[in-house]
């Protein structure tokens, strides 16, 4: 239960801050009652996968890393109305792109702009990758 509520603390502080930052004015879980489905870009790891199911969601996760999309996979399997494709997208095909990997997030923003976007001072791996469009 312990884990459950750390998850549901950094899900409402995320919320948070994408009410701020788009302006937004209603919880962006609100807006999945009235969804057909779900395109979610930047997958990571599934963690919303759950969520998604609840409201009884088709969902195609994106995720541009490889270890990631391993864990992805595994953790939306349950749920047969979720696929995963393993994918950077972009506006041309096998166009390179660096690529910046931390612990709970991955972008191909420009790292300075990214830490400062997020107000962290993370570690973050650079790799690049081919674009899929």
């Known amino acids: 239960m312990q884990i459950i509520n750390q998850l549901l603390i950094k899900c409402r502080i995320y919320v948070g801050f994408i009410l701020r930052k788009t302006g937004l004015k209603k919880d962006p879980f609100y807006y999945l009652r009235f969804s057909k489905g779900v395109i979610h870009i930047g997958a990571h790891k599934g963690q919303e996968a759950g969520l998604y199911a609840e409201y009884n969601l088709p969902v195609l996760w994106i995720e541009a890393v490889e270890e990631y999309f391993v864990e992805l996979r595994k953790n939306i399997q349950r749920f047969p109305n ?4 393993n994918a950077m997208l972009g ?3 096998g166009k390179e792109q660096d690529f910046y990997i931390g612990d709970t997030l991955s972008s191909m923003y420009p790292i300075d702009r990214l830490k400062e976007l997020l107000n962290t001072d993370g570690e973050f791996t650079q790799r690049v990758l081919k674009s899929k469009n």
């Open 82 to 85: 979720q696929i995963a494709i």
């Open 91 to 93: 506006s041309e095909d």
